[in-house]
């Protein structure tokens, strides 16, 4: 086992002297290929190219000697620091520090980031990356070659957002660009960059946590239906709701449909999660509405207009989805797209059969339960209405919740 291990952050300035110190007695220097470039870096030294920290961790582990870690930004902030701290190689870290990228970006664009979400995009994130950038109104993506400011572009199609590409930070070939996300496809970006993604409004008043402020909206959700002004359908009443948000359980990094939004409660209660919803429905006045309801309530939402199945073809892939409407060919459509979980309803026992069957051919485990809505005259505590339905909900053995 190394003897001694130094992570060094690098932002581009000048190394300060405790890193020039570690570098001077390392036998071992891993880094990219402008870390082992550093006149500070001992020729007798060996080098590694760092690309997988895990590989790079198990070479540090079995070295007899002292051994240092250039990286860029901060290290302890979605970087090397985590890996070479797993338990399974047993190292212990010095870390000096460097200002993050997600910092640096931001002093560029000249805005705080004390309200931004922060998220790490590569091949394997890149959807739920763009899923957050679709949910939030600011955004800093740590991106990597193939999950870049093109690519997070081109998934967000259809929604509008401003980007602020910031290419190599702290080099001599630093750049700054400001540009609609549509534009982000048309030309090539150099790595590595950072991408803030705006849209919408963000918070004008000092937080007291970083990221989404928890406190914002009314508490408590499935919220009554004169949070949402008249005119609800039954397939919006509140308990239903509140039970397809329990099987759905939206979360940050989830893109949800919601076919046949019509008030949008249903999908602004799913957006006050932190997923990203496209609310979609025939009626234009339906989606006009939804997205006025979205704006009283400060999310972010996407409305599409026209007719499942048929519109849902050309929708980015969901992680969950709410069928309001259309019955059991909708539900088949939606399962042919394999999200993790569906949930439905049925006014009646032989409608509820027809989904419940159509879902376990498509290969999805149903529950299907019983639900009675009431309405009582408060002030004489007597029954004015009772509606009877059934709610079925879905989801893939081979997956998660």
């Given at each position: 086992?190394?003897?001694?291990?130094?992570?060094?952050?690098?932002?581009?300035?000048?190394?300060?002297?405790?890193?020039?110190?570690?570098?001077?007695?390392?036998?071992?220097?891993?880094?990219?290929?402008?870390?082992?470039?550093?006149?500070?870096?001992?020729?007798?030294?060996?080098?590694?190219?760092?690309?997988?920290?895990?590989?790079?961790?198990?070479?540090?582990?079995?070295?007899?000697?002292?051994?240092?870690?250039?990286?860029?930004?901060?290290?302890?902030?979605?970087?090397?620091?985590?890996?070479?701290?797993?338990?399974?190689?047993?190292?212990?870290?010095?870390?000096?520090?460097?200002?993050?990228?997600?910092?640096?970006?931001?002093?560029?664009?000249?805005?705080?980031?004390?309200?931004?979400?922060?998220?790490?995009?590569?091949?394997?994130?890149?959807?739920?990356?763009?899923?957050?950038?679709?949910?939030?109104?600011?955004?800093?993506?740590?991106?990597?070659?193939?999950?870049?400011?093109?690519?997070?572009?081109?998934?967000?199609?259809?929604?509008?957002?401003?980007?602020?590409?910031?290419?190599?930070?702290?080099?001599?070939?630093?750049?700054?660009?400001?540009?609609?996300?549509?534009?982000?496809?048309?030309?090539?970006?150099?790595?590595?960059?950072?991408?803030?993604?705006?849209?919408?409004?963000?918070?004008?008043?000092?937080?007291?946590?970083?990221?989404?402020?928890?406190?914002?909206?009314?508490?408590?959700?499935?919220?009554?239906?004169?949070?949402?002004?008249?005119?609800?359908?039954?397939?919006?009443?509140?308990?239903?709701?509140?039970?397809?948000?329990?099987?759905?359980?939206?979360?940050?990094?989830?893109?949800?449909?919601?076919?046949?939004?019509?008030?949008?409660?249903?999908?602004?209660?799913?957006?006050?999660?932190?997923?990203?919803?496209?609310?979609?429905?025939?009626?234009?006045?339906?989606?006009?509405?939804?997205?006025?309801?979205?704006?009283?309530?400060?999310?972010?939402?996407?409305?599409?207009?026209?007719?499942?199945?048929?519109?849902?073809?050309?929708?980015?892939?969901?992680?969950?989805?709410?069928?309001?409407?259309?019955?059991?060919?909708?539900?088949?459509?939606?399962?042919?797209?394999?999200?993790?979980?569906?949930?439905?309803?049925?006014?009646?026992?032989?409608?509820?059969?027809?989904?419940?069957?159509?879902?376990?051919?498509?290969?999805?485990?149903?529950?299907?339960?019983?639900?009675?809505?009431?309405?009582?005259?408060?002030?004489?505590?007597?029954?004015?209405?009772?509606?009877?339905?059934?709610?079925?909900?879905?989801?893939?053995?081979?997956?998660a919740p």
């Open positions: 086992m190394a003897d001694r291990v130094t992570v060094i952050g690098w932002d581009g300035s000048p190394l300060p002297a405790g890193a020039r110190s570690a570098l001077a007695v390392a036998t071992l220097v891993a880094g990219a290929p402008h870390h082992l470039a550093f006149p500070e870096v001992p020729e007798h030294a060996e080098r590694i190219r760092l690309g997988s920290f895990a590989l790079a961790a198990r070479r540090i582990a079995a070295h007899r000697g002292t051994a240092v870690v250039l990286a860029d930004g901060d290290p302890g902030f979605f970087g090397v620091v985590r890996a070479l701290r797993d338990p399974e190689f047993g190292l212990e870290v010095e870390v000096v520090p460097a200002t993050s990228a997600v910092a640096q970006a931001f002093a560029r664009a000249g805005m705080p980031w004390d309200d931004a979400e922060v998220v790490v995009a590569h091949r394997r994130t890149l959807r739920r990356a763009v899923n957050v950038c679709r949910a939030h109104t600011k955004v800093a993506v740590l991106t990597a070659p193939g999950a870049g400011p093109a690519e997070l572009g081109l998934l967000l199609d259809g929604v509008h957002r401003t980007f602020v590409v910031c290419e190599e930070l702290g080099t001599d070939r630093e750049r700054v660009t400001v540009m609609t996300s549509d534009k982000a496809a048309d030309r090539s970006w150099r790595d590595p960059n950072v991408v803030i993604s705006i849209g919408g409004t963000s918070a004008t008043e000092p937080g007291w946590i970083a990221g989404r402020d928890p406190g914002t909206g009314p508490r408590g959700w499935a919220l009554p239906a004169d949070a949402y002004g008249h005119g609800l359908r039954e397939s919006e009443n509140e308990r239903l709701r509140a039970a397809q948000l329990a099987r759905l359980g939206p979360r940050v990094g989830d893109l949800v449909w919601d076919i046949g939004c019509a008030s949008g409660a249903f999908a602004v209660e799913a957006a006050r999660f932190g997923a990203a919803v496209i609310a979609v429905d025939q009626h234009p006045d339906n989606c006009a509405r939804a997205a006025a309801t979205a704006r009283r309530f400060g999310v972010q939402l996407q409305t599409v207009h026209g007719r499942a199945p048929h519109v849902l073809e050309t929708l980015p892939e969901p992680d969950v989805v709410r069928i309001g409407g259309g019955g059991a060919p909708v539900v088949s459509a939606v399962a042919d797209r394999r999200p993790g979980r569906i949930v439905t309803h049925a006014a009646t026992r032989d409608a509820a059969e027809r989904i419940g069957r159509d879902l376990v051919e498509h290969g999805y485990e149903v529950e299907c339960a019983l639900l009675q809505s009431v309405e009582l005259d408060t002030r004489a505590w007597t029954e004015k209405e009772r509606t009877v339905g059934f709610l079925l909900s879905g989801h893939l053995p081979d997956r």
